[in-house]
T-cell receptor, first 113, second 114 residues
Framework: KNQVEQSPQSLIILEGKNCTLQCNYTVSPFSNLRWYKQDTGRGPVSLTIMTFSENTKSNGRYTATLDADTKQSSLHITASQLSDSASYICVVKNSNSGYALNFGKGTSLLVTP | SQTIHQWPATLVQPVGSPLSLECTVEGTSNPNLYWYRQAAGRGLQLLFYSVGIGQISSEVPQNLSASRPQDRQFILSSKKLLLSDSGFYLC?????????????FGSGTQLSVL
């Protein structure tokens, strides 16, 4: 069973609207949680990295939250743009796992005019 | 600034043929280097990582191998490709001195084995 589950699997929103993507994980012990944006046919690009003590981190119109007690994270996108259309991947690191990361399958976001 | 180059962007190979994907990093020294594979509808899977020249660690047993002949060069190879080797291959680098290592990915290679 995947230790990082993302929802929804896909999402379609109108340009200018806000949206929130969810990530639940069971990875333990926790080291950090990352959100990546991956355009189709391209490599992922880091949006945020959060450690245990961080509840919120923003990167422009992207705001990530982390609740380490419930093992949940969300990525909120404000005032969406067409260029936000991509797959958003949640990644959680186990502090005992060396170099391995636990990747979610991603949420595919489509922003329409 | 640091950059990562990965090529080719797309590759179509027959079953049983050899493979060589190359990745180079510029603007940094002694990076950690990684090869990932992304199958359709699945999360990224770590294949190999390297913390230095000639030092390769494999995460999963498979038909592939990796080499690091130079500090900023990472090569993914296979002697005989299988159909199951098809996928999107990503090279990445990270700065080993950072407590929470941030990964920077290349643009990927879409490999189709026919």
């Amino acid at each position: 069973k995947n230790q990082v589950e993302q929802s929804p699997q896909s999402l379609i929103i109108l340009e200018g609207k806000n949206c929130t993507l969810q990530c639940n994980y069971t990875v333990s012990p926790f080291s950090n949680l990352r959100w990546y944006k991956q355009d189709t046919g391209r490599g992922p690009v880091s949006l945020t990295i959060m450690t245990f003590s961080e509840n919120t981190k923003s990167n422009g119109r992207y705001t990530a939250t982390l609740d380490a007690d419930t093992k949940q994270s969300s990525l909120h996108i404000t005032a969406s743009q067409l260029s936000d259309s991509a797959s958003y991947i949640c990644v959680v690191k186990n502090s005992n796992s060396g170099y391995a990361l636990n990747f979610g399958k991603g949420t595919s976001l489509l922003v329409t005019p | 600034s640091q950059t990562i180059h990965q090529w080719p962007a797309t590759l179509v190979q027959p079953v049983g043929s050899p493979l060589s994907l190359e990745c180079t990093v510029e603007g940094t020294s002694n990076p950690n280097l990684y090869w990932y594979r992304q199958a359709a509808g699945r999360g990224l899977q770590l294949l190999f990582y390297s913390v230095g020249i000639g030092q390769i660690s494999s995460e999963v047993p498979q038909n592939l191998s990796a080499s690091r002949p130079q500090d900023r060069q990472f090569i993914l190879s296979s002697k005989k490709l299988l159909l199951s080797d098809s996928g999107f291959y990503l090279c990445a680098w990270g700065a080993p001195e950072r407590l929470h290592e941030k990964l920077f990915f290349g643009s990927g290679t879409q490999l189709s084995v026919l």
